[in-house]
């Protein structure tokens, strides 16, 4: 196997809980005016996460990273970097530097004399400014462009020259608003693949805004969702995906069918949920914290759910399983989605990969199906 | 059959069909359909009908006033009416003949007077310039800056002296100027003078001397530059600001962020991205400062040396036109130069 140098993403110090945090984030509130754009958030980053706060616009998340980089005054808590109060230090003293949403290059200035502006600033010498500007052209590949101005760039370049030149100071902490907003789809896929790249091998500590929940799965090591300017969720992408701790964010990420039903049986090792919506009884495998008769949601993805045409035998008596008619069918290449009216007249959406080249047995418009699930499949949520 | 010629045809049948339905042609009145047909008659077409205005006015009240002063620039002086030789003679055998002098633009560069008139006219308008710039980049840059609402304030004060004359506002500035005037009595009131009497004693071994109270600040060089950046204060305020309100506040916190601070930010970023702002309010202030009369008649002394001045003795002591229109066209190259050089240069920023 080869050798990865310890990153973040492999070693987890979240999950442990000695380990010391490099970005510790206290109860931390800004109101702008009576309005509080973020309401009492407390967030601990280790060093060498890849950290994506994820939320829609006006969750609070770039105001969040604002206040990180020392735009925004706090209105309470405390923000400590690497073990240092950042109360009253300004932007221009901390360890800490951003990429801006739009690259906020500096116009009139060549791509060199973006990229050395902060060594400047840091009275290196000559000779180590021209060493360093070099070694990050070459890291994001942008030899030979030193002369050129930021309006003679490609979207995709001004992205890299942006990068560089906020890596240039060996910050010990990055924030990226928005990094690959202003990309097309491909390009941002594959800038996506080079920034974690560029994450490892300089072991860099990177926050990321995003609303791009494709992007936070694909390039963090952790998501934090924001609501409203509170932290929905922290977790790691697959927990955030699969076991979404409210409706918020299982609605967030990804497409979802949500049913809400009551408890009818509550033992240890399963529960039973009755819900008019699925049109039968939901058979949930493991036990969960709630009471009988206690109205909740369960919560299915749609790649979870089978769809036959013969009724199949049910894993457990009577549940997980539900019948109805596909209304539509969409074909996307790699799936299909189909959406199933079921009998209560909720639309299930339910995706099939494609694994079959032209199948003509595929299930198609108007048919009559069953759509059933394994009893681990879905979350419940009582929130 | 083509396409073309396909088309014509249907052209040409829908045209009868027009014809055959419409019955008896109704005559209809439409102005702009006469005024357009007629100017499209004369060559006159959409694009020329917009340029024509303007080009009539710049030919009239410009291009041709310019020439009859040019014509009389090339003209020798005479006791008369007009004071000045016609150019074009016809002799009694009917030849046409045109005689140019120039002995005005010799006179010119003879008499020191006039070169004087030009260095100290274009000394003045520099350093008002450079003091306007001074004073007029943080009020816009404070403008800029301020909220919504006080930025409309603020224009408006800005912009508020316009609206009373011009001759007034200059008039006003010799009540606070002259000795015992407002600013003389205020310092005195102030008790300024026991302040110039100690920093003298503190300057004295340096052989320098701040001098006393009350200060001759009117028919001075001074007065000449406090009225003239006054008066001009909104041309150099107005194009700042439209720059600099422009400038994105990204890229100062990207500055910030890259270690820089404040003052660094301010001569990295800002000056520089608003160097066309710069320009141009500079060209606005300088170029009419060259020309000015009025301000130099009331504030400055008899040793102010400006060549609007200059221009209005010949014109109206000396009833030397010929000179005086030398002089005028002289200026006009002066002024010319300078605007095609700072052109040049807000050009050259504007493409970097």
């Known amino acids: ?35 509080a754009a973020v309401n009492n958030v407390s967030l601990d980053i280790f060093k060498g996460e890849l ?6 616009s006006g969750s609070g998340k770039s105001t969040l990273l604002r206040m990180l980089a020392g735009f925004e005054d706090l209105t309470a808590g405390t923000i400590e970097i690497d073990g240092q109060d950042m109360a009253g230090v300004p932007p221009y003293q901390r360890p800490v530097n951003m990429m801006f949403q739009s690259y906020a290059l500096f116009p009139h200035m060549t791509v060199w004399n973006n990229i050395a502006y902060g060594l400047k600033r840091d009275h290196l010498s000559k000779a180590d400014i021209e060493a360093r500007v070099a070694e990050l052209l070459h890291l994001v590949k942008l030899e030979g462009y030193e002369q050129r101005k930021p309006n003679q760039l490609s979207g995709g370049q001004r992205q890299r020259v942006a990068l560089a030149r906020s890596l240039a100071k060996r910050p010990k902490l990055l924030l990226l608003d928005e990094p690959l907003g202003a990309l097309d789809k491909k390009l941002r896929e594959e800038t996506q693949f080079e920034l974690v790249k560029i994450q490892e ?30 932290i929905a969720m922290i977790g790691e992408p697959q927990d955030i995906y699969e076991f979404p701790n409210s409706r918020f964010v299982a609605g967030f990420i990804g497409s979802v069918n949500m049913f809400e039903g009551v408890v009818t049986e509550d033992e240890d090792d399963h529960i039973r949920i009755r819900s008019a919506e699925a049109g039968g009884d939901i058979y949930v495998s493991h036990g969960v914290d709630c009471a009988p008769d206690q109205i909740l949601w369960w919560a299915i993805r749609p790649e979870k759910i089978t769809l036959t045409r013969e ?31 079921l009998e209560s007249g909720k639309r299930l959406r339910v995706t099939k990969a494609n694994s079959l080249r032209g199948d003509p047995e595929a299930i198609s418009w108007n048919e009559e199906v069953w759509a059933s699930w394994s009893g681990a499949a879905g979350s419940v949520l009582t929130s | 059959m083509g396409k073309l010629e396909r088309r014509r045809r249907l052209g040409a049948d829908l045209v009868t069909a027009e014809l055959a339905t419409a019955g008896l042609p109704r005559p209809v009145w ?51 009416q007009p004071p000045y030789m016609p150019l074009l003679t016809i002799s009694p055998e009917g030849d046409v003949q045109m005689t140019l002098h120039l002995s005005n633009f010799i006179f010119l560069t003879q008499d020191h007077l006039y070169l004087d008139a030009y ?10 310039t450079i003091l306007a710039l001074i004073v007029g980049y943080p009020m816009a840059y404070f403008i800029a800056r301020s909220g919504d609402r006080a930025r409309n304030i603020l224009l408006m004060l800005v912009i508020l002296p316009f609206w009373s004359s011009f001759l007034l506002r200059v008039y006003a500035w010799i009540g606070f100027l002259k000795n015992n005037g407002v600013i003389d009595n205020t310092l005195e009131a ?40 006054y008066t001009y204060l909104p041309f150099m305020i107005l194009p700042l600001y439209t720059n600099l309100v422009k400038l994105d506040s990204a890229l100062l916190e990207a500055s910030a962020d890259l270690g820089a601070r404040p003052f660094r930010t301010f001569l990295s970023v800002t000056l520089p991205l608003s160097m066309p702002g710069v320009i141009a309010g500079s060209m606005l202030v300088f170029i009419p400062a060259i020309g000015e009369y009025v301000i130099p008649q009331l504030l400055g002394g008899p040793s102010t040396l400006m060549i609007g001045r200059v221009l209005w003795d010949e014109f109206f002591t000396n009833r030397d036109w010929p000179t005086a229109a030398a002089v005028a066209i002289a200026m006009l190259v002066v002024v010319v130069v300078p605007l095609m050089i700072l052109q040049r240069a807000q050009n050259a920023v504007v493409e970097r």
Request: include cysteine; hydrophobic fraction near 50%; proline fraction near 7%.
């Open chain 1, 1 to 35: 196997m080869l050798d990865k140098p310890e990153i973040a993403a492999d070693a987890r110090p979240w999950r442990d809980p000695e380990a010391k945090p490099f970005v510790k984030i206290r109860d931390v509130t800004k109101k702008f005016g009576d309005v």
């Open chain 1, 51 to 56: 950290f994506c706060l994820l939320g829609g």
């Open chain 1, 201 to 230: 091998t300089t072991g860099v500590t990177f926050i990321v805004v995003t609303h791009d929940q494709e992007e936070a799965m694909s390039l963090s090591t952790r998501i934090g969702v924001m609501n409203q300017g509170e």
């Open chain 1, 311 to 341: 009724k199949p035998e049910p894993e457990f008596p009577d549940a997980n399983i539900t019948h109805g008619m596909v209304e539509d069918v969409v074909y996307l290449g790699d799936m299909s989605v189909f959406q199933v009216v």
């Open chain 2, 30 to 80: 439409r102005p702009w359909g006469f005024l357009r047909e007629r100017l499209t008659m004369m060559g006159i077409g959409g694009r020329w009908a917009v340029i024509l205005p303007p080009l009539l006015w710049l030919l009239i009240f410009f291009l041709i006033p310019l020439i009859v002063v040019i014509k009389i620039a090339f003209s020798e002086s005479v006791v008369g």
């Open chain 2, 119 to 128: 260095l100290s006219s274009l000394k003045i308008a520099a350093i008002s």
């Open chain 2, 190 to 229: 102030l008790g300024v003078q026991h302040l110039i009497d100690g920093l003298n004693v503190a300057l004295a071994p340096l052989g320098w001397a701040i001098p006393p109270l009350p200060w001759t600040m009117l028919y001075t060089d001074f007065g000449v530059y406090i009225g003239i950046v």
